[in-house]
């Protein structure tokens, strides 16, 4: 994995890693190409120190400051933020919409039973989009959500909030102000622009990390 050693841009979306593990390598270096601003939870420190990557912020247990010292100097200048009694990746997050980026990849486990919560609570401001396992799940915050896609694209529809109907074009079985009570999946008719339309926001989207990672 290479080195990113680049001035950071507030534009493009910041990478949160929470799990080192989340993605396969490849799929890292995809997201670090753009050389965003990087920020690294204690839970995945260790792991990412050894990528030899740039780290810009990392997010930690005010206790343990300390003893990582000396660890971080190689990576200096480095942010240490930390957190007494927080859950680490919600304090990303804050720091996050406190510094006003537009926007968040994060890696994280989606089985861990309060990262979709956290990251459903936390990112209300803020475009995310958690990857794990070679699957990316966005938090969609509008009620309109379009996208070029090839066809047979499938993407997974869950429902957050009680009462939410959709209608959908481009679709090989489209809705038209269904209920979405339940998890449902979506593949495209065609190679073209699909539309998903909600009543209720938000809802989260999951789609299969393939070469455009970034769309």
Same mark, same amino acid.
């Given at each position: 994995?290479?080195?990113?050693?680049?001035?950071?841009?507030?534009? #493009?979306?910041?990478?949160?890693?929470?799990?080192? *593990?989340? $993605?396969?390598? =490849?799929?890292? /270096?995809? +997201?670090?190409?753009?050389?965003?601003t990087v920020l690294v939870t204690q839970n995945a420190l260790e792991e990412v120190l050894h990528w030899g990557i740039?780290?810009?912020?990392?997010?930690?247990?005010?206790?343990?400051?300390?003893?990582?010292? #000396?660890?971080?100097?190689?990576?200096?200048?480095? *942010?240490? $933020?930390?957190? =007494?009694?927080? /859950?680490? +990746?919600?304090?990303?997050?804050?720091?996050l919409l406190d510094e006003n980026y537009p926007a968040v990849n994060i890696m994280a486990d989606i089985y861990q039973s309060n990262v979709l919560d956290i990251v459903k609570s936390e990112?209300?401001?803020?475009?995310?989009?958690?990857?794990?396992?070679?699957?990316?799940?966005? $938090?969609?915050?509008?009620?309109?959500?379009?996208?070029?896609?090839?066809?047979?694209?499938?993407?997974?529809?869950?429902?957050?909030?009680?009462?939410?109907?959709?209608?959908?074009?481009?679709?090989?079985?489209?809705?038209?102000?269904?209920?979405?009570?339940?998890?449902?999946?979506?593949?495209?008719?065609?190679?073209?622009?699909?539309?998903?339309?909600?009543?209720?926001?938000?809802?989260?989207?999951?789609?299969?990390?393939?070469?455009?990672?970034?769309?």
């Amino acid at each position: 994995m290479s080195s990113h050693h680049i001035v950071r841009d507030e534009q #493009e979306p910041a990478l949160l890693i929470d799990d080192p *593990s989340a $993605l396969d390598i =490849e799929a890292v /270096d995809q +997201l670090l190409e753009w050389s965003p601003t990087v920020l690294v939870t204690q839970n995945a420190l260790e792991e990412v120190l050894h990528w030899g990557i740039k780290i810009d912020v990392v997010v930690m247990n005010l206790g343990d400051i300390e003893q990582w010292k #000396e660890r971080l100097k190689p990576q200096s200048p480095v *942010s240490v $933020l930390g957190f =007494e009694n927080a /859950d680490l +990746l919600a304090s990303g997050i804050v720091y996050l919409l406190d510094e006003n980026y537009p926007a968040v990849n994060i890696m994280a486990d989606i089985y861990q039973s309060n990262v979709l919560d956290i990251v459903k609570s936390e990112a209300k401001f803020i475009h995310a989009s958690i990857f794990h396992q070679a699957y990316k799940w966005v $938090l969609v915050h509008t009620a309109k959500y379009e996208k070029w896609v090839e066809v047979g694209h499938t993407f997974g529809l869950h429902p957050i909030r009680e009462n939410t109907f959709i209608k959908t074009s481009g679709f090989f079985e489209d809705r038209q102000d269904e209920l979405l009570d339940l998890s449902i999946e979506l593949s495209a008719e065609s190679t073209g622009k699909v539309s998903i339309q909600t009543n209720q926001k938000p809802i989260w989207l999951v789609e299969q990390v393939k070469t455009d990672i970034y769309r």
